[in-house]
């Protein structure tokens, strides 16, 4: 018998009981939601510590985006808001895209349902989007070939669509969700998008309890609005993935409100849903925390500190759909604080043993 078990997994951090997660607050409201995060933590007692790390979106050659990328690889898990890249340079790619990148974070999950007493455009919404996270239109292959003429990659893969395809069924099983969507434009991007369509085709053949359809981007976008009920979980390649996840969060009730989760083999980001940086209205104790704080959720799952985060999640709930308590973005008149405050409160009114 061997010693050591052999595994692929990495272990996550955990030092006396307590995780570490690295903590990249990003620009825009991404600071102020932290402190939100940081205090629900610590009122409800999650057993988890933050490394801190700014990374400075002005500078071309500072190693911030180094160590955010070490300490994610020695914690395992990151909580994350969206980083600006403020250089003139063409040569600055996005921090965002090589977090996710060198991290191998191939899949985003997006988890978009309504929330009662939240006035949106549709209601009764539970659509799970997975979307390619590391290439496709994102594979940061730009150049000017002759002057006047630009060519970029969207670099499709038949490895990692497979994995993506795979999650989503995987997922789609086990949640018990009866219908996988492909979402393409294969009819013109006959190469690249039809390789992601034959490869969720012949994914999709292992798992004959599923049913699967496919569908080209711009119905699906028409679909999305007039008809959004008729989706259960959708696949699809990066750029489309966030257009659709946007379109969907707007249904919803706007960029506020749901988070995203982003997975490899070894490591998991969780973020709000739509990524935004939200800096015209940051400072003004008027953005919607709730989306972060959902990210923070995911994360405790993640960890699995089920405990903390069913405690947090129920204190979300009775905030937004029981209180109505909302920010501007919701039609309300809350402030951050306010909506904070009042899930602290939740928290601390919580019986503990009934959980
Ligand atoms: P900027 O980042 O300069 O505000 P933008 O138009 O690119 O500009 P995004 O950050 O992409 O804005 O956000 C899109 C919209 O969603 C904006 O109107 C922003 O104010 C809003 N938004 C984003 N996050 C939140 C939030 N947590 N609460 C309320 N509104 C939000």
């Not at 999650?46 to 180094?66: M, R």
């Not at 160590?67 to 980083?83: C, D, E, L, Q, W």
């Not at 497979?162 to 997922?171: G, K, P, S, T």
């Not at 359809?213 to 489309?240: A, E, G, R």
């Amino acid at each position: 018998q061997p010693l050591v078990k052999k595994t692929t997994s990495i272990p996550i951090a955990l030092y006396g009981g307590r995780n570490a997660v690295t903590m990249l607050p990003g620009g825009g409201i991404g600071p102020e939601l932290m402190v939100y995060v940081k205090e629900i933590f610590k009122y409800s007692g999650a057993p988890v510590d933050f490394e801190l790390i700014e990374i400075d979106p002005k500078s071309d050659e500072s190693n911030d985006l180094e160590y955010a990328i070490t300490s994610i690889k020695r914690n395992g898990v990151a909580i994350k808001g969206n980083i600006e890249t403020k250089s003139e340079s063409t040569i600055v790619q996005s921090r965002n895209v090589a977090i996710r990148n060198e991290l191998d974070l191939y899949v985003n999950v997006l988890h978009c349902h309504s929330y009662p007493h939240v006035k949106a455009r549709q209601s009764n919404i539970d659509i799970l989007i997975i979307r390619q996270n590391t290439e496709g239109e994102y594979a940061m292959l730009e150049h000017e070939s002759v002057s006047g003429v630009v060519e970029s990659m969207k670099v499709v893969t038949k490895s990692n669509s497979e994995r993506v395809c795979r999650f989503a069924f995987e997922f789609a099983r086990k949640n018990n969700r009866k219908k996988v969507t492909t979402i393409h434009k294969a009819n013109i991007m006959k190469l690249s998008d039809g390789l992601f369509l034959e490869t969720s085709r012949t994914v999709a053949k292992e798992y004959p309890e599923i049913e699967h359809n496919d569908m080209i981007i711009d119905n699906c976008c028409m679909q999305l609005v007039s008809n959004p009920h008729q989706f259960d979980v959708m696949i699809m390649t990066n750029l489309y993935g966030t257009i659709v996840s946007n379109v969907v969060c707007g249904l919803v009730g706007g960029a506020g409100l749901l988070s995203g989760r982003n997975y490899g083999d070894h490591y998991a980001i969780f973020e709000p849903g739509t990524r935004n940086t939200g800096t015209a209205i940051a400072g003004k104790n008027i953005a919607n925390p709730i989306a972060m704080i959902n990210a923070s959720i995911d994360m405790l799952d993640h960890l699995g500190h089920k405990q903390h985060s069913r405690i947090i999640s129920e204190a979300v709930r009775k905030t937004v759909c029981k209180d109505k308590l909302h920010t501007p973005d919701l039609g309300g008149t809350a402030t951050s604080t306010e909506v904070v405050q009042r899930i602290i409160d939740h928290i601390l009114q919580a019986d503990l043993r009934a959980w």
